[in-house]
């Protein structure tokens, strides 16, 4: 359930980088969210997080792929408020479908509600140097 729950989410994150539809994006995190990207301070806060994210979709990245790496194996019993964890990997596509970059991500996600998550906790890494 749960891994159903993290491939549809980041499915939607995918999404809404192709929709350039930043407040879309913010709307997939905990209004009390902490992001902390490659090279930039922590971001606290959906809305925090929904101006970087406008930001990203300027820069010119117009796809994304999220793909899990490794699951908390309790996640199938977090109860309500409880968070688990994902790591996974990324890759960001321009609009010609050229990989612009590449890297790592763990995600603290929390269980809003039953079969509702929400991104809580999101740090990511660019493989490029």
């Given at each position: 359930?749960?891994?159903?729950?993290?491939?549809?989410a980041n499915e939607?994150?995918?999404?809404?980088?192709?929709?350039?539809?930043?407040?879309?994006?913010?709307?997939l995190y905990t209004e009390d969210t902490q992001v902390l990207p490659t090279g930039s301070?922590?971001?606290i806060g959906r809305a925090a997080f929904e101006k970087f994210a406008e930001g990203v979709i300027a820069s010119?990245?117009?796809?994304?792929?999220l793909?899990?790496?490794l699951l908390d194996p309790t996640a199938d019993s977090v109860p309500v408020g409880g968070t688990f964890w994902e790591?996974?990997?990324?890759?960001?596509?321009?609009?010609t479908g050229d990989v612009i970059d590449v890297g790592k991500f763990v995600v603290?996600?929390?269980k809003v509600?039953?079969?509702?998550?929400?991104?809580?906790?999101?740090?990511?890494?660019s493989n490029n140097a």
């Open positions: 359930m749960a891994a159903t729950l993290v491939n549809e939607k994150w995918g999404q809404m980088i192709r929709d350039k539809n930043a407040k879309g994006l913010a709307a301070p922590p971001l010119g990245i117009s796809n994304a792929k793909l899990t790496a790591r996974g990997n990324y890759t960001f596509y321009n609009d603290i996600w929390k509600a039953p079969g509702n998550i929400q991104l809580y906790i999101d740090i990511f890494n």
